[in-house]
């Protein structure tokens, strides 16, 4: 019967950047024993991100359970310069995304039509909040002094001092910066664990979706320590070659550091507050499970995986004229007069940010230096082709033809034989290990909107903005941050319709959202591109309920991209200066 409606509640919790590489081994030493228990009684899979595997990317594709040629999110800002109508180029040519950017329904509004109560808690790119049937606290791209963070609006004000990212105070690049973002960090993993328990006991629900960001934030600054947390005890023959000892940490010194311990300051302070984060979040985790009972399925997920970050960088211009390209990537106020004292040695870059974070002086190169953008754009606009960075191992390569111009083919076929044959000059190693052409890869109404080939480097190599000291295409290069994404992500469910087990094939991220609906008894819009996670899933609850395909709905996507219409640009600039200190913008 179709009128009754299925009881089955669905709690999904997202941990930013969580890999099992550091999960596991946390789970092992009893650091995370709740999450342990979901792996011990139910289901667990390695995630298969998104091509770029970014946060923007990853998340519009569970949200939306399309791939990025449908809903046309490839990073937080657009693929393609917007500057057309006179817009101001601010914070550079390419405008930033929001919630109206994503193209097509996300899962929650699928599941409030469908007459579902919803909750939506800290999700990346839900700024500026929609109606929904429930209650939403928007996520990352939320300015910081909005108030209009919630729905309904007056939830806000039972929020006093909710905080959703790091506040910028947190983000130098310093031994003191780090200890600020650690604590910032804690802060807010409480208000949020507290918040959402709060939401889950209070709010009637069908689908409660909490997403916990810290653990990127952290992972991205501190992998190095990360990995110390991550070492067993293995004895003498471990993999380690500098090995040396904690000298300030008699209570740790069995753990071995894989990076000089000069590397990693206050190494004791750092390993203790970050395992004390991750038995928070554990803990956070358990008590969210607990209060929805053992009758509710719960959903576990990342956005991508985490790793070290890569010691070699390949210089963005550098590859661009190599390619006989533009450098094409808008070059935002601050890091045109950076790369321009950078080319004359004046200053290094990271020096400058340490210098100048979140000083008035910062904001106002920034405004002075918005000619150069604009020069960047003329060029942009006059230039054949472009290369876009979609993350540190994912490029892009934008064309500016039609496709259907007879220019186009042979360009895009010379571009592909070119990327492929790009090469370290000091080993000879070939440093992009894949290209495509976006209909490869993508599907949808907005490929137009995608860079025309992507490529990926194989992981020893990061693409850097900055310029290269001497026009050099390779050189090692300590990156700002010590950790980047990785393609392989973490999915655990567990719940009464959750069989124990292990994966063998690695889901997707779409996967899951379709797995999501199924679980509660939805029908899965024929657009969507995931297939639900079978294995998972027990075999009653599979004989009881055939998987439901209902045709998408009929509403047109436009293939153009709509930016954030943010309220004031001191809303863009902080949203974009927040985004530039996560290393998400360049
Ligand atoms: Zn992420």
Redesign the pocket.
């Known amino acids: 019967m179709t009128e009754s409606r299925d009881q089955r509640r669905l709690l999904v919790i997202g941990i930013?950047?969580g890999t099992f590489d550091l999960l596991d081994p946390l789970m092992r030493r009893g650091v995370m024993p709740n999450l342990a228990a979901v792996v011990a009684r139910g289901f667990r899979a390695t995630l298969r991100s998104t091509i770029p595997p970014?946060?923007a990317a990853?998340?519009a594709t569970f949200v939306t359970g399309k791939n990025p040629g449908r809903h046309g999110v490839l990073r937080f800002q657009a693929t393609r310069p917007t500057a057309e109508a006179g817009r101001e180029f601010r914070p550079g040519a390419y405008t930033l995304l929001s919630s109206e950017s994503i193209a097509g329904p996300r899962i929650w509004d699928i599941l409030g039509h469908a007459g579902r109560r919803v909750a939506v808690i800290n999700v990346?790119m839900t700024y500026p909040p929609r109606p929904l049937n429930g209650v939403m606290i928007t996520g990352l791209l939320t300015p910081p002094e909005a108030r209009d963070f919630t729905w309904p609006p007056e939830l806000a004000d039972s929020l006093p001092g909710y905080q959703i990212e790091q506040p910028l105070a947190a983000m130098g690049f310093s031994a003191e910066a780090d200890r600020e973002l650690v604590r910032a960090s804690l802060d807010i993993l409480r208000i949020q664990g507290e918040t959402a328990l709060r939401l889950l006991r209070q709010e009637p629900w069908d689908f409660f979706f909490v997403c916990f960001?810290g653990t990127?934030r952290l992972q991205h600054r501190l992998w190095g320590y990360l990995e110390e947390l991550m070492e067993e005890r293995k004895g003498d023959t471990g993999k380690k070659q500098n090995r040396s000892d904690l000298s300030d940490s008699s209570d740790l010194s069995d753990w071995s550091p894989l990076h000089d311990p000069s590397d990693l300051p206050d190494s004791k302070y750092f390993l203790r507050r970050l395992e004390h984060y991750y038995r928070l979040l554990d803990e956070a985790i358990g008590r969210l499970l607990a209060a929805a009972g053992g009758t509710v399925n719960c959903l576990i997920l990342?956005?991508?995986g985490f790793g070290p970050a890569p010691e070699r960088a390949v210089y963005r211009r550098v590859l661009a004229r190599y390619l006989g390209l533009e450098a094409g990537e808008g070059v935002g106020g601050f890091h045109s007069v950076r790369a321009w004292l950078e080319r004359r040695g004046i200053l290094d870059g990271d020096r400058l940010r340490r210098l100048l974070a979140g000083t008035p002086l910062r904001r106002l190169l920034s405004r002075l230096s918005r000619f150069a953008v604009r020069k960047e754009h003329e060029a942009w606009r006059s230039s054949r082709a472009y290369l876009v960075v979609l993350h540190k191992y994912i490029g892009g390569v934008g064309i500016n033809l039609p496709p259907d111009s007879p220019d186009y083919a042979p360009l895009c076929q010379s571009l592909i034989e070119r990327l492929k044959a790009v090469c370290d000059p000091d080993t000879g190693d070939p440093i992009v290990t894949e290209v495509w052409r976006r209909e490869e890869i993508y599907r949808g109404p907005r490929v137009p909107v995608c860079p025309d080939i992507i490529f990926r480097l194989d992981l020893r190599y990061g693409l850097s903005h900055g310029d290269s000291p001497g026009g050099r295409l390779v050189q090692p290069k300590t990156f700002r941050s010590r950790g980047i994404?990785r393609d392989e992500g973490i999915l655990l469910a567990a719940g009464p319709d959750i069989v124990h087990g292990v994966g063998g094939k690695a889901p997707a991220i779409a996967d899951v959202t379709a797995t999501a609906l199924y679980l509660l008894d939805a029908a899965i819009p024929s657009d969507m591109d995931g297939t639900v996670v079978a294995d998972a899933i027990s075999p009653a609850y599979r004989a009881e309920h055939p998987v439901r395909i209902e045709p998408a709905s009929e509403e047109p996507v436009s293939p153009d991209m709509a930016g954030a219409r943010w309220r004031s640009a001191r809303d863009e600039d902080a949203v974009a200066e927040q985004l530039r200190d996560l290393g998400y913008l360049d």
């Open positions: 930013d950047g970014n946060s990853a998340w990346p960001t990127d990342s956005d991508h994404h």
